[in-house]
């Protein structure tokens, strides 16, 4: 079967393929919002940079009410709204906020020159993909071209829990969209591949922070007080396990702990302790009983210590359910353009990711965009200051996304 034929297109009808020029003025675009990274909703001259870009091909961007993002249509004639289109509109995500870490890279010409700031998730990659593709979009709409109405999605604050897309859907940003779809950059997968998986592909992701307190007294008799130390290590112990045990194993719902203080002298026991970490899960149903279940865990095993807590439950995010439809649009978008061999089956990550948000409100998929370079050993891991993007990636999201948009010309039903 020939790529053409498997894709139900042939090759006339399938154009955006990238341009060295573009290509170019991408890497460019990328380069300088790696040195300028900036932390959730304070992206704003990351969006400023966007939006000038956006203007200057004939688009008009709106920022988000936050301040920081935008939302762009492509399409779509002056004053027309977009929930009475006949066709919904297909939206493209990114991210684009960076990390408070700093950036390792050595010998890089493009590092981050911001103290402790870092792309170190690859959100300008995904940017510049989003970006990228409304430029051909709209080279293809002033030529008559455009089958159908696009909406690009530059999202502030991915990072910061519970995710900067609760903040844009209440803005608005899928009023009239029938389907959305998102890359995320995989170090693990080489550049010109992504990775594709039907259902969750992350994991939902919570934190939770508790206090214990107890009277105190002298380690000597340690019986005639709470033995404070010895009930948070038991609560950093038994707590995981005992919430291992009340759902299906299948869930995945595991409690890992990031810090945990007390006490400042060896001979006394202290009056307080603290321990934070996050609870992470694979299955949505099992995420929602969450709280409950991490909440009855804790309690049972402070109060067999004597020690009075105090939780303190943050909600992050669901795991991201890519729908089969979706799914499978994006996997065709991808062997039309670069052929069968370029597109594998992922895992589920126990990453989170607030993409899930959009998710809860109409079908989409995320689909993981590999970044490796060609023949490099050596895994630089998301979230690590040595993290850095074969920039050939930028090319394959833009012609992804531009073939979606061809092949999925209907849309999904809002």
Not at 21 to 31: D, I, M
Not at 40 to 48: K, L, W, Y
Not at 320 to 326: A, G, H, K, L, P
């Amino acid at each position: 079967m020939s790529l053409e034929s498997e894709a139900g297109l042939s090759g006339d009808v399938l154009p955006g393929v990238l341009s060295e020029s573009l290509h170019a003025e991408l890497v460019a675009f990328r380069r300088d919002l790696h040195m300028h990274p900036e932390l959730g909703n304070q992206e704003f001259r990351t969006t400023a940079a966007i939006k000038e870009r956006l203007e200057q091909a004939g688009l008009r961007p709106r920022v988000l009410s936050t301040g920081t993002g935008l939302v762009c249509d492509i399409g779509l004639a002056e004053g027309e709204h977009p929930e009475h289109l006949p066709v919904p509109l297909l939206a493209l995500r990114a991210d684009i906020d960076a990390l408070p870490i700093p950036d390792a890279k050595t010998d890089c010409p493009y590092r981050s020159t911001v103290p402790d700031r870092a792309h170190a998730c690859g959100h300008d990659v995904h940017t510049t993909v989003v970006l990228g593709t409304g430029l051909v979009l709209a080279d293809l709409h002033a030529k008559g071209l455009l089958p159908r109405p696009v909406r690009l999605l530059f999202q502030p604050a991915e990072e910061v829990l519970p995710g900067g897309a609760l903040d844009a859907i209440e803005d608005g940003v899928l009023t009239g969209v029938g389907r959305i779809l998102a890359v995320h950059c995989d170090p693990r997968v080489e550049a010109g591949r992504i990775g594709l998986r039907h259902g969750p592909i992350t994991s939902a992701c919570d934190r939770v922070e508790i206090a214990l307190d107890g009277p105190g007294g002298h380690t000597a008799r340690p019986h005639l007080t709470t033995d404070l130390v010895t009930a948070a290590a038991r609560v950093a112990i038994d707590v995981p396990a005992v919430v291992a045990r009340r759902v299906d194993t299948r869930a995945g719902l595991a409690v890992t702990w990031g810090r945990i203080e007390s006490g400042h002298a060896p001979n006394v026991i202290p009056q307080h302790a603290e321990l934070s970490g996050t609870v992470r899960c694979l299955d949505l149903e099992a995420w929602r009983q969450a709280p409950d279940i991490v909440h009855a865990a804790i309690d049972e095993v402070a109060t067999l210590h004597r020690a009075k807590s105090e939780i303190t439950y943050m909600r992050g995010v669901p795991p991201v359910v890519n729908d089969r439809e979706s799914t499978e649009l994006l996997r065709r978008a991808m062997v039309a353009r670069r052929g069968m061999k370029s597109v594998e089956s992922t895992e589920q990550s126990l990453g989170g990711e607030d993409f899930s948000w959009y998710l809860e409100q109409v079908p989409g998929a995320l689909a993981r965009l590999g970044v490796r370079r060609p023949g490099e050993r050596t895994v630089r891991d998301l979230h690590q200051g040595d993290f850095d993007a074969d920039e050939h990636a930028i090319t394959v999201g833009v012609e992804l996304f531009t073939a979606a948009v061809f092949l999925d010309r209907n849309g999904a039903q809002s």
